[in-house]
């Protein structure tokens, strides 16, 4: 398998401060990990360290041997970086389908497939983005960064603050997208029960390095880990899953 991301002895954070501390990582093509870990252990600024918008104190970041150190994040998007940060970042003064239609790069990702994969945008297709429940603009946000038709798919607590049916929604296509389509992607996610069904990868931050690194499936049938650094199991808890609407 080809090696896709690459990040050595990664140091990096916000000013002086280092949040990220030390952090290496492969991930191969159509291979997607999991990350996670507790509250301020690191998770958001590892995603946006390889995104380019923190201070980068030390190691590299590589992305299909190319040393990404030092681009700037519009050229990182261009390099196949496809970023759904948690703030969405949709154009909400943009209907749903120039927001999509807007960033579209050629490739298999195109417009009429995010709507065959999210019918509730289609149905949507004319409303602006600030006219769209909190679960459609995730949605949105997501279909944003496949029509890039990145090499990468990085997602900051996809699930976050979601109701319970669109959560499974939105799992249901992360699945399809990772198992499926094969793209690769990082998801950080608070609730390991939710994604590991759905990466292949995963690995636990503390503290800003890795603490635990293996396969998603060792995880699920061992979760010890999960118990030690995060205090939960790996079993599915229904009403872990529920959030506000």
Not at 17 to 27: H, I, P
Not at 57 to 71: I, P, Q, S
Not at 172 to 186: E, F, H, K, P, Q
Request: avoid cysteine; aromatic fraction near 2%.
């Amino acid at each position: 398998m080809a090696e896709l991301l690459s990040l050595r002895d990664l140091r990096a954070g916000y000013g002086p401060a280092v949040v990220v501390n030390g952090v290496s990582l492969e991930l191969g093509e159509g291979q997607s990990m999991a990350v996670l870990g507790r509250n301020g252990t690191g998770k958001t600024t590892l995603l946006n360290t390889i995104v380019g918008v923190t201070q980068q104190h030390g190691g590299a970041v590589m992305l299909k041997g190319r040393d990404l150190t030092g681009l700037r994040p519009d050229l990182r998007a261009a390099a196949g970086i496809g970023w759904v940060p948690q703030e969405r970042n949709i154009f909400k003064s943009l209907t749903v389908e120039e927001n999509l239609t807007a960033v579209a790069r050629p490739g298999p990702w195109s417009v009429a497939r995010i709507f065959e994969m999210f019918p509730r945008l289609r149905e949507r297709r004319t409303n602006l983005g600030n006219q769209l429940s909190g679960g459609e603009q995730q949605m949105l946000a997501i279909g944003r960064a496949l029509v890039l038709n990145p090499s990468l798919m990085l997602l900051d607590e996809p699930t976050e603050g979601l109701a319970p049916i669109i959560v499974e929604e939105l799992l249901a296509a992360l699945t399809r997208i990772t198992r499926v389509d094969g793209v690769s992607a990082l998801i950080v996610e608070q609730h390991a029960q939710k994604i590991l069904g759905v990466t292949d990868k995963a690995i636990i931050l503390d503290r800003g390095s890795i603490v635990h690194a293996g396969t998603s499936r060792s995880l699920i049938e061992n979760p010890a880990p999960l118990e030690q650094h995060l205090g939960v199991t790996g079993k599915t808890n229904p009403g872990a899953v529920a959030h506000h609407a």
